[in-house]
């Protein structure tokens, strides 16, 4: 009985000190989540610029700019729950959380854009492009920034 109580306490002292730091795990967790969120959001953005192709103002680019959105908005939500117990994790959150947020923020702007030409609004549908332009440049160079933090993780 004795025997049996020291292999325990012995075969759980080697499972802890095989496996990986607390911070290492939370780092890890945020990078997993944010290549899971990245891919899905690459994804949709090709079936989007399809859309685009084929006709920029047609419902099925409506939809797919809205499906953008929308993954961008679940993967800054997604990415706030995480909890990095490093500094370069934090970073690398925020900085993703940044990107993700101006995406759907540009996102949104498209959409306004696609319902200004449908009306017939010149000026405006002008704006809100010129505006989308502005912060989807700007989401894609913070999503590369991001992206190069993570993998230092």
Known sequence: ???????????????????????YASN??????FVDWTTRFGTDADVQAR??????????MWKATTHV??????????LKKEQ?????????????????STYA?????????????????AAVAIKHFGLAQKRLGKASRLLQQAATLAARL
């Open 105 to 121: 923020s540009g996102e949104r702007e498209l959409l306004l854009y696609i319902r200004a030409a449908r009306n017939h609004h």
């Open 69 to 78: 959105r929308d993954d961008a908005l679940q993967a800054a939500r997604a």
């Open 28 to 33: 890890q967790s945020v990078m997993s989540t």
């Open 1 to 23: 009985m004795r025997g049996g109580a020291i292999l325990c306490a012995c075969a759980a002292v080697l499972l802890l000190a095989g496996t990986p730091s607390v911070a």
């Open 84 to 100: 990095p117990t490093t500094a370069s994790g934090r970073r690398a959150r925020a900085t993703a959380i940044k990107a993700f």
């Open 51 to 60: 859309a685009a192709n084929d006709a920029p103002l047609s419902t099925a």
